[in-house]
């Protein structure tokens, strides 16, 4: 435990205070399962072939690894979650995890749907955000040639000003129902129209406090640098700066591509230089933090660490409204559940969709759990402590 806070990631007991013994077995069973690296990977196929030939598997994943990742498949299934979270005071941010199918009809039900998420959250304490993806509203072939600054056809300008017409019904009523919304970053050759979006719905709407935020991969080495401008940019211009800050999710992509067409690689050459980065971030916004609501996406301890530590040291609140900490929906209780406990403002993803349609995201979380050289996964040697710690403490 960090000096200055009196926060531990290590106690097992706060962070499954909310799963019975029952409940943690499955979730141990669940772990054990994904930390074969085979397994997921056979698996994983087979589950996705079988969805695609209708075999009745849908059970099966629902009663599993959905049921730990995911609130539902709409957002009146995923009251449960939302509920579970809000007796430890933890936010539900409804991610409505759905890929479009590219064409205008879905990116308006996306819209639509989008905007109900909102509804969900409007007056409701325990949804403190909401969150949406660009690409869920506009196609993201013509994101990529608006930021190659190709000339678009007539159909295609019209097309990318009724995406915007959507990013702003979505942003404009979050300002009407105050409830502030991320903009999630994708990858980096679409981001930079994605940002120019976000800083156009941030100045009018962060008069008065931020309502959006844009996201800041860190593990991409010029994002300190556009954190900076854009915090210069929004003080002359007189509006609030959001930032959710992340290390970014599409590295090996982002890897590939850069090698395959022979650009710069615009991701840092080292997991400890992403850390630093990131790091660095987190004091910058706080050092700045007169203009800056920010949130720490993050699963990493000794960012969070470092987070609390900074907060002591500028005399901030945990319970300041400009700082805020945001996990994964079944993942990193530990983080989550004590950072609650200690009155930290904490928010996590609840993702939620058709199960055919968040597959994908499922399966992103099941490789993350598998182990890595031969050493179990974080998550799963939690589960054994609070299963250890429970036993010890039923044969004192
Ligand atoms: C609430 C929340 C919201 C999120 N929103 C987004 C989003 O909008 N967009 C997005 O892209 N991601 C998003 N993510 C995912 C995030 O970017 C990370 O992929 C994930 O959280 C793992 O990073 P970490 O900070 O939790 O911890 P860690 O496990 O400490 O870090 C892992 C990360 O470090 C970086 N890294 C690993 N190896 C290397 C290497 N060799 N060189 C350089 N960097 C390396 C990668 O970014 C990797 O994901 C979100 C995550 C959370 C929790």
């Not at 498949?73 to 890929?99: K, M, N, P, W």
């Not at 502030?180 to 940002?195: G, L, M, N, R, Y």
């Not at 470092?306 to 990193?332: C, K, W």
């Not at 054994?384 to 044969?395: I, N, P």
Request: net charge neutral; with cysteine; aromatic share 10%.
């Amino acid at each position: 435990m960090n000096i200055g806070t009196k926060v531990s990631f290590d106690d097992t007991a706060i962070a499954f205070e909310s799963k019975s013994d029952a409940e943690l077995y499955k979730m141990y069973l669940l772990f054990k399962m994904m930390n074969s690296n085979a397994l997921v990977k056979i698996g994983g196929t087979l589950l996705n072939t079988a969805l695609n030939l209708h075999l009745p598997v849908k059970f099966i994943i629902k009663q599993t690894v959905f049921n730990h990742f995911c609130g539902g498949e709409t957002i009146e299934e995923s009251e449960r979650a939302i509920r579970e979270l809000s007796r430890y005071h933890i936010g539900a941010i409804l991610d409505y995890s759905v890929e479009g199918e590219g064409d205008e009809k879905s990116f308006d039900a996306t819209r639509d749907e989008l905007l109900r998420t909102v509804e969900k959250a409007r007056g409701h304490a325990l949804i403190p955000f909401s969150v949406f993806k660009v690409t869920g509203l506009i196609d993201i072939n013509l994101l990529e040639k608006v930021q190659a600054r190709q000339e678009l056809t007539a159909d295609e300008r019209a097309a990318f000003e009724r995406g915007r017409g959507r990013v702003n019904a979505i942003c404009r009523r979050c300002h009407e129902a105050g409830v502030p919304v991320f903009v999630d970053a994708e990858e980096s050759w679409i981001q930079e129209t994605i940002d120019h979006l976000a800083y156009e719905m941030m100045a009018l709407y962060n008069r008065e406090r931020a309502i959006v935020y844009n996201t800041y991969q860190m593990y991409r080495h010029d994002r300190l640098d556009v954190i900076k401008r854009d915090y210069a940019t929004a003080v002359q211009e007189g509006y609030y700066l959001g930032a959710k800050l992340v290390r970014g999710a599409y590295m090996e992509k982002e890897r590939k591509r850069a090698q395959a067409m022979g650009y710069p690689d615009p991701i840092n050459p080292t997991k400890e230089a992403s850390d630093k980065l990131f790091d660095d971030a987190l004091r910058f916004c706080i050092g700045h933090i007169n203009h800056i609501y920010f949130c720490a996406g993050t699963h990493n301890e000794q960012s969070s660490y470092l987070l609390l530590d900074l907060m002591t040291e500028h005399n901030i609140a945990p319970n300041d409204r400009r700082v805020y900490f945001s996990q994964l929906y079944g993942m990193s209780d530990n983080l989550s559940y004590n950072l609650a406990k200690a009155g930290y403002n904490v928010a996590k993803y609840v993702p939620y969709g058709p199960v055919e349609a968040v597959m994908p995201y499922l399966l992103r979380r099941a490789n993350e759990n598998t182990a890595i050289a031969g050493q179990s996964s974080r998550e799963f040697n939690l589960i054994k402590s609070e299963m250890d710690r429970r036993r010890a403490v039923r044969h004192r």
